[in-house]
């Protein structure tokens, strides 16, 4: 279903995802995916309720919190969104968080400049979610800006 996602085959993925969920409903990986699919397909409302499915059945994980806060910012529920942010920033105390959450978070809320300073976090420090960068639909409505393209050049990614 990821492979399917990335390559932007929406239906297809979302197949999938649906069949691993009737076999165990719990698995948050597949709500997660659908939450990407559903963004990418400005199913906002969509996106928020398989969210919210995935962030529980993961126990709260800072991952499927940025995910629910996209979710939410991409929806124009900005409370929403900026309850989640201000979440990741009290994990972020406790424990490791890679800044690419409050980046993707800040990103949809179009603060552009504090996302980029969280990408560039991510960048410093190497976070392994930057490989998807190039072709991760998730980040699509950034791609037009210049500062997103110098990312992927910077993490290794461009053409050369």
């Known amino acids: 279903a990821g492979t399917l996602y990335q390559s932007r085959r929406y239906d297809e993925a ?6 691993v969920i009737e076999m165990d409903e ?26 919210s499915l995935a962030l529980k059945y993961s126990g709260g994980s800072p991952w499927m919190i ?12 900005t409370g ?12 972020a105390s406790r424990r490791y968080i890679t800044p690419f959450y409050p980046a993707v978070i ?11 300073k969280w990408f560039e976090l991510a960048l410093e420090e190497r976070s392994g979610h930057l ?4 072709i991760d639909p ?14 992927i050049r ?3 990614l461009a053409a050369q």
């Open 154 to 156: 910077r993490v290794g």
């Open 80 to 91: 929403a969104a900026e309850q989640l942010l201000e979440e990741l920033h009290s994990l």
């Open 106 to 116: 800040c990103a949809g809320l179009n603060r552009l400049e504090e996302a980029f």
């Open 66 to 77: 940025a995910a629910l806060g996209l979710s939410y910012a991409l929806a124009g529920e």
């Open 131 to 134: 490989i998807w960068l190039k």
């Open 138 to 151: 998730q980040l699509d409505f950034l791609r037009h800006d210049p500062r997103f393209e110098s990312l």
């Open 14 to 19: 979302a197949a999938y995802c649906r069949r």
């Open 26 to 51: 719990s698995f948050y990986i597949p709500h997660h995916c659908l939450t990407l699919i559903n963004i990418a397909c400005r199913k906002y409302d969509e996106a928020i309720n398989e969210a």
